[in-house]
C-alpha cells in the first residue's frame, strides 16, 4: 500500500465541514474588514524565500522543500505567504493606483519539521497584509481581524503578546548590544545558537531550548534601544488596543522566526494547544517590499495555522461546529419509480434543497435505513401508486409527522414545510 508522505495528511470528508466552518469565518471576516482576497502559486523560485525569510532563519536553513525542476530550476513550496505576497504586490503593481490595499490568503504551506501534535509538513495558513501605511492603526487592525476571527469560531481562550523589535535605525544597536553580552556567554549556548550568534545574534532570542532561556535571561532589553520613532508607534498601538478593550501582554523576547519584521511583532498563543501554542503570529515589515524589489511600502501582516485553529475550538467546545445534515432523501418503492425519483431530486437540487437517493438499486428497506444513516431530515418514498395519484407523503424523521404534497414535487409547497 502507498501512503501518505509523512506530516502530510489527508483532511477526511468526517473533518471537512468543521474545516468549511472556520475558511468560510474567515473569508466573511476578512471581507467585514474589506481585505480582498489574493491567490499566489504553491510554488515559487527558491531565492524569494532566501531574500525575505532570512538564510538563518530554521525555515530557510532546514525546513524548506526545495527541489530542482526539469530545467533546473531552484523551486520551493511556499513555506509562508507573506513573501508570495510581496513578490505578486511587486510583480502586479497591485499598489500603484491605490495609496493603501488590503489582501488576504487561505492556502496550505510545506515545512520539513519533525511532526508533531500541532506541527505538520503540509498545514493550512490563513493570512492578511496591508500594504502603504506606517500607522499604528493599520497594526491594530490586522491584530483586530485576528481577535474577530477567533470570536467569531467561538474562541474565548487566546492571548495577545506583543513586542517591538525595532527599525533599521535603532535595531543595529541594539544588535551589536546583544552581539556583546552573547559572545561573553557563548559557552552557556546551545550549539545551534552558538552558529546563530555569528549570523544573527537576535534569533538567539527566539530559541526554545531552556539552555539558551537561562543563559540569556538578563541580556539588554529592546526597549532600552528603541528610537523614539519606534517608541511612539508602540505606544500608540498599545493606546488603540486599550481603547477597544483588547487585553495583552508584553514579551520583549518575542523575535518571531522570520527576519523581516520591523517595529510591532506580535503572537496570539492558546493554553489549549500543549507546546505549539501559537494560534497566530506577525508583525509590521516595512523593508521588505523594497528589499524584493518593489517601492519603498510600508506593510503589516500576520498569518495563523488553520489545524491549530481546529485544535483550539474542539479543546473548548468540541460541539460548536453543528454537521450540515442532508434534508431530503428520496426512495424509490419500485424499480419502475426510479427515474421520476431522478427526475425530482434533480429539481429539487437545482432549486438549492440538499438531496440524495440511492444508486445501488437497493430495496425500498435498505434505502430507508440508508435514509437514517444519512440523518435526512425529510424521507419521500415514491412508487407506481404515488405517481399515479400525483401526489406523495414528505415525511419528517424526527418528529415522524407526515404531510401529503403534489407530485412532481412543487418547490413552493415543499419550501413551505422544510423551511418551517
Ligand atoms: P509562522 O509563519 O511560523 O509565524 O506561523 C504562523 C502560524 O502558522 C503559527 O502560529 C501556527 O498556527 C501555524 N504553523 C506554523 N508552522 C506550522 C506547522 N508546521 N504545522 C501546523 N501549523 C503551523
Same mark, same amino acid.
Given at each position: 500500500m502507498i501512503s501518505s508522505i509523512k506530516g502530510m495528511k489527508d483532511i477526511l470528508p468526517a473533518e471537512t465541514e468543521s474545516w468549511q466552518f472556520i475558511e468560510n469565518t474567515i473569508h466573511n471576516i476578512c471581507q467585514q474588514f474589506h481585505f480582498k482576497e489574493i491567490r499566489t502559486p504553491l510554488l515559487e523560485q527558491t531565492s524569494l524565500f532566501k531574500r525575505s525569510i532570512g538564510e538563518?532563519?530554521?525555515?530557510? =536553513?532546514?525546513?524548506?522543500?526545495?527541489?530542482? *525542476?526539469?530545467?533546473? *530550476?531552484?523551486?520551493?513550496?511556499?513555506?509562508?505567504?507573506?513573501?508570495?505576497?510581496?513578490? =505578486?504586490?511587486?510583480? &502586479?503593481?497591485?499598489?500603484e493606483d491605490q495609496p493603501s490595499t488590503k489582501l488576504y490568503q487561505i492556502s496550505a504551506m510545506f515545512r520539513q519539521e519533525r511532526p508533531q501534535a500541532g506541527r505538520l509538513r503540509q498545514?493550512?495558513?490563513? *493570512?492578511?497584509e496591508i500594504?502603504?501605511?506606517?500607522?499604528?492603526?493599520?497594526?491594530?487592525?490586522?491584530?483586530?481581524? &485576528?481577535?474577530?476571527?477567533?470570536?467569531?469560531?467561538?474562541?474565548?481562550?487566546?492571548?495577545?503578546?506583543?513586542?517591538?523589535?525595532?527599525?533599521?535605525?535603532?535595531?543595529?544597536?541594539?544588535? *551589536?548590544?546583544?552581539?556583546?553580552?552573547?559572545?561573553?556567554?557563548? &559557552?552557556?549556548?546551545?550549539?545551534?545558537?552558538?552558529?546563530?550568534?555569528?549570523?544573527?545574534?537576535?534569533?538567539?532570542?527566539?530559541?526554545?531550548?531552556?539552555?539558551?532561556?537561562?543563559?540569556?535571561?538578563?541580556?539588554?532589553?529592546?526597549?532600552?534601544?528603541?528610537?523614539? =520613532?519606534?517608541?511612539?508607534?508602540?505606544?500608540?498601538?498599545?493606546?488603540?488596543?486599550?481603547?477597544? &478593550?483588547?487585553?495583552?501582554?508584553?514579551?520583549?523576547?518575542?523575535?518571531?522566526?522570520?527576519?523581516?519584521?520591523?517595529?510591532?511583532?506580535?503572537e496570539f498563543i492558546s493554553e489549549n494547544l500543549g507546546s505549539q501554542d501559537a494560534l497566530s503570529g506577525g508583525g509590521r515589515y516595512d523593508l521588505l517590499v523594497?528589499?524584493?524589489?518593489?517601492?519603498?511600502?510600508?506593510?503589516?501582516?500576520?498569518?495563523?495555522?488553520?489545524?491549530?485553529?481546529?485544535?483550539a475550538i474542539k479543546k473548548e467546545n468540541q460541539n460548536l461546529i453543528n454537521n450540515k445534515t442532508l434534508k431530503l432523501f428520496i426512495a424509490s418503492a419500485d424499480t419502475s419509480s426510479k427515474n421520476i425519483v431522478f427526475q425530482n431530486a434533480n429539481n429539487l437540487r437545482n432549486a438549492g434543497i440538499s438531496t440524495d437517493f440511492d444508486l445501488l438499486n437497493r430495496s425500498l428497506k435498505s434505502q430507508m435505513r440508508e435514509a437514517d444513516r444519512q440523518n435526512a431530515e425529510y424521507l419521500i418514498v415514491?412508487?407506481?401508486?404515488?405517481?399515479?395519484?400525483?401526489?406523495?407523503?414528505?415525511?419528517?424523521?424526527?418528529?415522524?409527522?407526515?404531510?401529503?404534497?403534489?407530485?412532481p414535487i412543487n418547490i413552493e409547497e415543499i419550501n413551505l414545510i422544510i423551511n418551517k
Open positions: 538563518e532563519t530554521d525555515i530557510v =536553513s532546514k525546513e524548506m522543500y526545495t527541489f530542482f *525542476d526539469r530545467s533546473n *530550476d531552484s523551486i520551493t513550496l511556499k513555506p509562508e505567504a507573506t513573501a508570495s505576497i510581496v513578490r =505578486s504586490f511587486i510583480q &502586479n503593481h497591485i499598489g498545514f493550512h495558513q490563513y *493570512d492578511a500594504f502603504g501605511s506606517t500607522e499604528p492603526s493599520a497594526d491594530a487592525e490586522i491584530i483586530l481581524l &485576528n481577535s474577530a476571527i477567533f470570536k467569531n469560531l467561538g474562541l474565548t481562550n487566546f492571548k495577545l503578546i506583543l513586542n517591538s523589535v525595532g527599525c533599521e535605525n535603532c535595531r543595529p544597536n541594539y544588535r *551589536d548590544a546583544i552581539l556583546k553580552n552573547l559572545t561573553s556567554l557563548k &559557552n552557556k549556548l546551545t550549539p545551534q545558537s552558538r552558529e546563530r550568534l555569528e549570523k544573527n545574534p537576535l534569533r538567539v532570542l527566539d530559541s526554545k531550548e531552556a539552555e539558551d532561556i537561562e543563559a540569556t535571561k538578563n541580556l539588554p532589553l529592546i526597549f532600552e534601544f528603541l528610537c523614539d =520613532s519606534c517608541k511612539t508607534h508602540f505606544d500608540e498601538l498599545q493606546n488603540i488596543l486599550k481603547s477597544v &478593550n483588547l487585553n495583552f501582554t508584553i514579551n520583549n523576547r518575542l523575535v518571531r522566526g522570520l527576519d523581516y519584521y520591523t517595529k510591532t511583532a506580535f523594497s528589499q524584493l524589489g518593489g517601492k519603498k511600502t510600508p506593510a503589516v501582516g500576520f498569518a495563523g495555522g488553520i489545524e491549530r485553529l481546529l485544535m415514491i412508487g407506481e401508486k404515488e405517481i399515479s395519484e400525483e401526489k406523495v407523503l414528505i415525511k419528517n424523521m424526527q418528529t415522524r409527522t407526515s404531510s401529503l404534497i403534489n407530485l
